[in-house]
């Protein structure tokens, strides 16, 4: 995998479309101060998946990012940055042989990511480059006064740079993940255990009701039985008084 070129247009001071060229051997930017050779790095950090605009110096919103005019310009609507990489080894976990990524930002402040023109999830981004040294916060892309802050950093600082060389950070924020997803589970686990006690302890009082319906009914039932027979026969009893009073008149 290698990047074979630098795309972007509206981003801080690039009004103008620009496009840099990367081949085989080394590049370099060189221009006066206030050029925008810094802001190439940031642009490219920026789509990579920088979420700090401190560390861009994109100023406090997110559509700080645009160009934002000048006496001679005017202000641009929307700002974009494309990268190529060349990913003939496969490198990189996708089956293309060339990927492009894109970040593109609005004046609304609506940020949207793109992987070969289709629309993606920032993490998506961050999980095809993660581990492969080309991130927004890899060790690849070193800011002025990076390697001061290095030396002088946390045993934990250093670890972090060996873990990224040693192809392990990945694996890491995987677990990481996984352990978060696993503290959720138990939490729901937790939540369920409660309601299967609440409702095995209203499981006897329910078996209680159940059985006193089950005597209801059968009692209704019973005593229904009884007011049909007596029903029939006080039917009986009077029909049977009907003929004796007609065989008294015909006497």
């Not at 700002?79 to 930002?105: G, M």
């Not at 009884?226 to 007609?246: C, W």
């Amino acid at each position: 995998m290698k990047l074979i070129s630098i795309k972007a247009h509206g981003f801080k001071s690039f009004a103008d479309k620009i496009e840099i060229s990367v081949d085989d051997k080394i590049t370099g930017i060189v221009g006066p101060n206030g050029s925008g050779k810094s802001n190439v790095v940031d642009a490219i950090r920026w789509v990579l998946g920088e979420s700090s605009l401190k560390e861009i110096r994109g100023g406090e919103k997110l559509a700080d990012c645009i160009f934002n005019g000048s006496s001679s310009r005017g202000a641009c609507s929307r700002a974009w940055v494309s990268l190529t990489f060349d990913n003939t080894d496969h490198y990189l976990a996708s089956d293309y042989n060339e990927i492009e990524i894109k970040r593109e930002v609005y004046k609304t402040g609506e940020n949207e990511y793109y992987i070969n023109n289709t629309k993606v999830r920032k993490k998506d981004i961050t999980d095809l480059f993660l581990d492969s040294g080309t991130n927004a916060n890899s060790f690849s892309i070193i800011s002025q006064g990076r390697i001061s802050e290095i030396l002088k950093g946390k045993p934990s600082d250093r670890r972090a740079i060996i873990e990224e060389a040693a192809s392990v950070l990945k694996y890491k924020k995987r677990k990481e993940e996984t352990s978060k997803k696993l503290v959720s589970t138990m939490d729901n686990v937790d939540k369920v255990t409660l309601v299967i006690n609440e409702l095995e302890g209203n499981v006897e009082p329910l078996r209680k009701q159940a059985e006193d319906a089950k005597k209801y009914l059968d009692l209704k039932s019973e005593l229904e039985g009884i007011e049909i027979s007596l029903i029939a026969s006080d039917i009986k009893t009077i029909n049977d008084h009907i003929k004796v009073t007609k065989k008294d008149l015909h006497l």
